[in-house]
């Protein structure tokens, strides 16, 4: 169980361009859903967290209107990057928080999409 | 002084040895300890879960937990190549938000 499909997990596209990332639990609800990023060799960034049904609250440094979070649903999260330069070129990884809270405090992770911006 | 602090490496041992991984970190609210392994270009997949204080044991991992000195552990037996991998810590105190360690680069060679 504690299944997270994220989607897609590699995408190129052109700057200027906007992308959109889904992430799933597949088998859980998740009332909590966080986006990181991470590039190579280094430990994962917290980028939001985002509540289903109301606006995600963004770490320090990261521009909202610029990575668009939308959690509708107790099982769907996305995250839009807009208007893509390569300077976003990263690995976005999402993960999701079991509904319930105490033994279901921990997060169960995406796979991953590796964003490549032209 | 970061919450959580762990060794980034990295570790190379033989195939069969006991890898022993650590972290340490500053706040003594933290109740839930997890670790992560993570392959390269793949999100962490989540190894072990304790609650407080104690031991777990799962098939060759243990993960242990000392909350009176602010240190976990994760330890694997008869290491694996397939284990190559790199290894995260992350705590929480209500599960509202998490912290994670840098990683701890693991190569097993056979």
């Known amino acids: 169980g504690a299944v997270v499909s994220q989607h897609p997990s590699r995408v190129i ?19 909590t859903m966080f986006w990181y990023r991470q590039f190579p060799k280094q430990s994962l960034m917290l980028m939001a967290t985002s509540n289903e049904g109301s606006k995600a609250t963004y770490e320090q440094g990261v521009e909202k209107d610029k990575f668009l979070i939308n959690h509708a649903s107790l099982t769907l999260s996305t995250l839009t990057v807009t208007s893509a ?32 911006v032209l | 002084q970061k919450e959580v602090e762990q060794d980034p490496g990295p570790l190379s041992v033989p195939e069969g040895a006991i890898v022993s991984l650590n972290c340490t970190y500053s706040n003594s609210a933290f109740q839930y300890f997890m670790w992560y392994r993570q392959y390269s270009r793949k ?35 008869d290491s694996q190549p397939s284990d190559s991998a790199t290894y995260l810590c992350a705590m929480s105190q209500s599960g509202n938000q998490f912290y994670f360690g840098t990683g701890t680069s693991l190569t097993v060679i056979p």
């Open chain 2, 43 to 77: 999100g962490p997949e989540l190894l072990m879960y304790t609650y407080s204080s104690g031991n777990k044991e799962d098939g060759r991992f243990t993960a242990q937990v000392d909350k009176s000195s602010k240190y976990i552990s994760l330890f694997i037996r």
């Open chain 1, 13 to 31: 596209c052109k700057s200027g361009t906007s992308v959109k990332i889904e992430c799933r639990s597949l088998d859980f609800q998740a009332t």
């Open chain 1, 85 to 116: 330069h390569p300077e976003d070129s990263s690995f976005y990884i999402c993960s999701a928080r079991p509904q319930g809270g105490g033994s279901k405090n921990i997060q169960y992770f995406g796979a991953g999409t590796r964003l490549s």
